[in-house]
């Protein structure tokens, strides 16, 4: 039976899906996730949120007083929760490259609030601010690695977040010939930092995740 670590604990279907396939899954989290307080005006027109922590931290800090009008997002999933909670969502990208791109050719003259974590990739801001597109950060949660170290070799390693490689990695160093299984570009690229092997799940989604695992080992 192959033998595998998700850096995200898993539900108990999940890893019964894996074991029916031969797959033994050790799970745990390796990012904690705190919402921080911010200050942002009552009425934004373009929010641009790139992950469902963003939206979950904003939902609760803001209690309903700020009001949206249009959002931008990365993921179906982060689109989903955004319209589950009443806001509207013009336009979604695959990762945040693309929704930048997206934003530059068709939005250059508006104003935007980034909706962000106090740990996170230059490609969107870096990007708009190189258009001289208006854009305010406001970091809405703090993301705290949770190290652990594991006397095991695994065959593949899964990976939902860049801070995710770097809380594994910091513990575990050699892992030139482990498989790194990820959710997206952005995460396979830090992956690839440190594993010779990686693997990039076909859609931003957990399950994505486990079916290319189940299909590579």
Excluded at 87 to 112: D, M
Excluded at 128 to 135: A, T
Aim: aromatic share 10%.
């Amino acid at each position: 039976m192959k033998s595998i670590l998700s850096t995200k604990k898993l539900s108990t279907v999940q890893k019964d899906q894996l074991l029916q396939e031969g797959v033994c899954a050790v799970d745990y989290d390796a990012i904690a996730i705190t919402f921080l307080d911010f200050k942002a005006p009552e009425v934004i027109d373009n929010a641009i949120f790139t992950s469902q922590q963003a939206v979950r931290s904003f939902l609760e800090k803001s209690q309903g007083v700020l009001s949206i009008k249009n959002c931008f997002c990365v993921g179906h999933k982060t689109k989903f929760l955004l319209e589950e909670n009443g806001l509207k969502v013009i336009e979604i990208g695959q990762n945040a490259t693309e929704l930048a791109q997206n934003i530059v050719k068709n939005y250059k003259n508006s104003v935007f609030y980034y909706f962000c974590g106090t740990i996170r990739r230059e490609e969107l801001p870096k990007a708009l601010k190189s258009e001289k597109i208006s854009l305010f950060e406001v970091k809405t949660y703090k993301t705290v690695l949770k190290t652990k170290k594991f006397d095991q070799n695994w065959d593949g390693i899964l990976f939902f977040s860049p801070s995710g490689v770097a809380s594994y990695i910091s513990e575990n160093k050699d892992q030139r010939n482990t498989h790194a299984f990820c959710i997206g570009q952005t995460t396979a690229a830090s992956a690839k930092k440190h594993f010779k092997n990686v693997v990039v799940a076909p859609t931003n989604t957990i399950e994505s995740v486990l079916e290319k695992t189940i299909e590579a080992l």
